[in-house]
């Protein structure tokens, strides 16, 4: 808008000026990007298999701690250790499921699992840390060739890089087998 000398533009002109300008020199919106939901959780691997348990189910990450081994315990039962004044019951889960543990001892982590009456730690492979999945990769359907041993822990798959096998600590914590120890 152009005004005439000594004529002086009212607030409200103003305005319209600076929107006017501003529409002149925006740039256009940014493309809209479809937004994607992830799913959390602990990675860790079991002889050749990667599994990721959610991130609700694990209380604790640990190495593997000294432990006082217990007579008259089935041989996954590895013993008992003493985590900050807390017994802590160290179970060797490749031995439980039937995967043997692999000879590498100093990748070996604990997942703790505390849920409801059961507190124990799970010896594994290794710890691969936080993985996250885009929520829409999930596959319910569990692999064909899944042994019987560990089919009633895996609630589906996720896919990416490797097949991830979901793996509920709860449900083994309430699983009747797991909780026979005795021989």
């Known amino acids: 808008m152009t005004y005439t000398q000594g004529e002086d533009p009212t607030p409200f002109e103003r305005l319209k000026e600076m929107a006017a300008l501003s529409h002149r020199h925006a740039r ?7 937004l994607k939901t992830y799913w959390s959780g602990i ?11 959610p991130l609700g189910e694990v209380a604790e990450i640990l ?7 217990l007579p008259g315990v089935k041989n996954w039962v590895k013993g008992i250790a003493n985590v900050r004044g807390r017994l802590l019951p160290v179970m060797d889960l490749g031995d439980f ?9 100093t990748h070996r982590r604990i997942l703790v699992v505390d849920h409801e009456e059961v507190f124990s730690g799970l010896v594994v492979d290794e710890v ?11 596959d319910p359907d569990l692999p064909e060739d899944l042994s019987p041993a560990i089919k009633p822990f895996i609630n589906g798959v996720y896919e990416r890089e490797y097949q991830w096998q979901v793996f509920s600590l709860f449900a083994l914590a309430q699983h009747p087998d797991f909780m026979q120890v005795a021989v």
């Open 28 to 34: 256009g919106l940014p493309l809209q990007v479809e």
């Open 43 to 53: 990675g860790f691997r079991l002889g050749g298999q990667r599994y990721v348990a």
């Open 63 to 69: 190495t593997v701690p000294g432990y006082t081994r």
């Open 97 to 105: 499921l039937g995967q043997p543990l692999s000879a590498r001892r």
């Open 128 to 138: 691969m840390g936080m993985q996250h999945f885009v929520s829409d990769s999930f």
